[in-house]
Structure formats: C-alpha cells, structure tokens
C-alpha cells in the first residue's frame, strides 16, 4: 500500500544496481551468480515471482556478452526447478519486458520474470477490483526459496 499511496517511491538510481549492495534478506535476494542475481518481485503477479537480473547496467539482452547471457538463462532454468519443487505450479510464464512500451517497470535494466502460473489463479480480483490477490507474504517466500536456491550451490 505505501507503494499503491505514492509514500515509498522508486529510488532515482537503478534499482536494479541498489538491491545488490544491500544484504540478501532485505533485498530479497535467493541467489547471487558471478554475473547476474535472483530476486523475488516487489510487486508480483504471483507466488513464487522472481526476476534473474544481471549485474551489468544494460536496457537489452542483445548487449550483454556471451558469459553474462549464458549465467542468465541458467540462472532462469534453475529459477524453474526450484519454483517446481517450492510450489508445484502447473505451468509459468518466462520472459523479459524489454523497453517501457513493452511494459517495463525498470526500462533501463534488463532483466528475466519466473512467474509460477496454476488453472484459474486469475479471477474477479484483478479484473473487476484491480487487486491482487497473493497468499503468502515475501519474507515467506524468501525464507522458502532461499535455501533451495542455497542448496543448489
């Protein structure tokens, strides 16, 4: 709601280039590779949301090298098999909002969604009140993913 109620606005540095200089329980980081990090989504469209984010200042993936995009879609095929086992979803949604146009919140840092998807998560809430509806608080979801994204060390 502080978010919602414009009390707690976005910092004017990428936020993307903060959150790693802050210890991983603040900022909700499950897992810090040598080129790009996981990160549950402040502001999820479901349990489980995290983001596969490099640690290069960059608004695409067509500038990351070679080694940075690897890490990145390994980072995200392990996103999938730790959501699998935390979660059991019946599917997910995978991809990258590149540019404001195409709904980037953060445009000038790319980054990859995980989001965990069931049959009929979506309902009157989000259409009809524009709500919605997460059972699980984020300090439950990072302390349930944490040490699965640990484990895989």
């Given at each position: 709601m502080p978010y919602l109620q414009g009390e707690d606005p976005l910092p004017d540095e990428c936020l993307f280039c903060l959150k790693?200089?802050?210890?991983?329980?603040?900022?909700?980081?499950v897992y810090r590779g040598?080129?790009?990090y996981i990160i549950l989504n402040r502001f999820p469209y479901n349990n489980g949301h995290?983001?596969?984010?490099p640690y290069a200042h960059v608004a695409?993936?067509?500038?990351?090298?070679?080694?940075?995009?690897?890490?990145?879609?390994?980072?995200?095929?392990l996103s999938l098999e730790v959501l699998r086992e935390a979660y059991d979803p019946e599917g997910f949604n995978v991809?990258?909002?590149?540019?404001?146009?195409?709904?980037a919140g953060v445009d000038q840092h790319v980054h990859m969604h995980v989001v965990p998807r069931w049959a009929g998560d979506t309902n009157y809430m989000t259409t009809v009140g524009k709500t919605?509806?997460?059972?699980?608080w984020m300090d439950q979801v990072y302390e349930r993913l944490k040490p699965l994204f640990e484990r895989s060390r």
């Open positions: 790693p200089q802050e210890p991983d329980s603040e900022a909700h980081i040598e080129r790009c995290v983001m596969v984010v695409t993936l067509e500038e990351l090298d070679a080694a940075t995009s690897r890490e990145l879609m390994a980072l995200t095929q991809g990258a909002n590149i540019g404001a146009a195409a709904g919605r509806v997460i059972p699980e």
